[in-house]
Every structure is written in structure tokens, then in C-alpha cells.
């Protein structure tokens, strides 16, 4: 335990606060994270072997919306799942269209053979693998795919990487290992190794206001376990780091999304 997270009796008792601690946030996760790229969703039906248009596709951990209307968007028969009542509270406002059920990876509420495509955004690492694994196979139909992404930041980019420093000896982790390369993503995805995963890097970068940039920092779950003075004290000094690099307090935040895709036999 760091001296920034409140105190919590175990490693899982911290990770289902760090879970829960985004549905008191939902709101400023929704208006700050980002978005994906047109092209991540082109590799996906490259590696899925198939086109998003008509797709039966279950976007689980769905939080905000934010993966679920770009897959809508690109035609996808879309259905969202998500545990956090927060999370759905504002996904329902975002998307009243867009059928929503409650559940999670672990235990999907949902029917065997049923999906073209499950998709994970920014989800699959809270899940137990040696549950959700079986999950995805016992829920997709025969050919179907288990997508899975992740925004990361562009660590050779300098003052990306400086400013991952910076956050990492704040939280006292090592950002850089626990975003882990492409093969070490794919082990933790299945230590089982019952998933043939094909893997895709998708460069892209989008251009924001400083607060916008923080507010996106401060929604992640690590910061907000953070007491909200150190938090908060953390957040003026980056401010302070971002607009020596960007004067006209407009962000340039450039993401390596890291794709990975295994079809079902």
C-alpha cells in the first residue's frame, strides 16, 4: 500500500475500491477520457475476420459508452455490459438507444453461441482470466472473436514519458512495466493459453485543453483513491509542467493502442 491510496486490508480488497471508485466519477470519466481511432476499429475486422456492420457485438465493462457508440457508429448490433451502477447511470444518458444489461466479464448474463464479437475497451484486466476466458468462449459462436484494447501512452514521446515519471513516483508504481508490452499483455490475457491472440499497435493523438488533459489524469482509479489534497496538489504541479511544453494550454496527448484479437475455433 502507497501512501496515496487509503488504507485497505488486501490486494483484492484494493482492487474492487479502485474498481468502484469510477462510478462515483462517471461523469468526468465520460467528458475527458478518450475516444479510439478509426483505424482501431479497421484492424478489428481485419483480425476478427469480418465486417462491424451487422455484427452481433457485446461491448462488456462498457463503462461510459465510450467504445460502445464507435461501434454503433461503425453499424455494429450492439449490446453493452457493465458492472458499475455509476458507470451505467451516465452510459444510459449518453446512449438511451443502446440496450445496456448489468453483469460483468467474470459471469456474463448472456446465452451461449450468441456473439459475432466481444469486445473489452480498457476492460479485460478486471476480470479473472481463468473466469473470463471460458466466459467469452462459451458466449461467442464458432468463428467469432474476443477483442480486447487498451489506450496507452506513447512513452518515447518526451515529455510523455517524463510526465509518466512523474506520476509514477506520485503513486509509487512503475507505469512504464505495469503498461507491459504486447507479448506480456497477451500472458496476462490468458495464462492459460487457450487464446490464439493476434496483436495490432494503432498510433493516434488528439489535441485537448490542459484541463481537459488533467481532468483525464484524475479519472483513473489510482488517482482517485488519492486523498483529494494530494491529489489536487499533484494535478496544479502538472499544470504548471504542461504549459511550459504547451503555452497555449493545448495538449497534444499521443496513445499506442494496443489490439488484441483470438477467434474462436
Request: hydrophobic fraction near 45%; proline fraction near 7%; glycine fraction near 6%.
Amino acid at each position: 500500500m502507497t501512501a496515496s491510496q487509503p488504507p485497505v486490508a488486501d490486494p483484492h480488497a484494493l482492487r474492487a475500491a479502485r474498481a468502484e471508485s469510477f462510478n462515483s466519477a462517471a461523469a468526468q470519466y465520460a467528458e475527458n477520457r478518450p475516444s479510439y481511432p478509426s483505424a482501431l476499429f479497421d484492424a478489428v475486422e481485419e483480425l476478427a475476420g469480418r465486417p462491424l456492420p451487422g455484427a452481433r457485438t457485446v461491448d462488456i465493462g462498457a463503462g461510459t459508452g465510450i467504445a460502445t457508440a464507435r461501434l454503433h457508429a461503425r453499424g455494429a448490433d450492439v449490446l453493452a455490459v457493465e458492472p458499475g451502477a455509476g458507470m451505467a447511470a451516465e452510459f444510459r444518458r449518453a446512449l438511451p438507444d443502446i440496450p445496456l444489461v448489468r453483469g460483468d466479464g467474470n459471469a456474463l448474463p448472456l446465452a451461449d453461441a450468441q456473439a459475432d464479437l466481444l469486445t473489452y475497451a480498457q476492460a479485460w484486466h478486471w476480470t479473472d482470466p481463468a473466469r473470463s476466458v471460458p466466459e467469452a468462449l462459451r458466449v461467442l459462436r464458432p468463428g467469432g472473436a474476443l477483442a480486447l484494447w487498451w489506450n496507452t501512452d506513447a512513452l518515447d514521446i518526451e515529455w510523455i514519458a517524463e510526465a509518466a515519471d512523474r506520476a509514477g513516483r506520485f503513486l509509487d508504481m512503475d507505469i512504464a512495466a505495469a503498461k507491459g508490452k504486447a507479448g506480456e499483455r497477451v500472458e496476462r490475457a490468458d495464462p492459460s493459453g487457450r487464446l490464439d491472440f493476434a496483436h495490432r499497435t494503432v498510433r493516434w493523438s488528439r489535441r485537448v485543453p490542459a484541463d481537459t488533459h488533467l481532468d483525464n489524469i484524475g479519472s483513473h482509479s489510482a488517482f482517485l483513491l488519492t486523498p483529494e489534497e494530494r491529489r489536487t496538489t499533484f494535478l496544479a504541479q502538472e499544470r504548471a509542467h504542461l504549459l511550459k511544453v504547451f503555452p497555449d494550454g493545448i495538449v497534444e496527448e499521443t496513445y499506442d493502442v494496443l489490439l488484441l484479437v483470438a477467434r474462436k475455433p
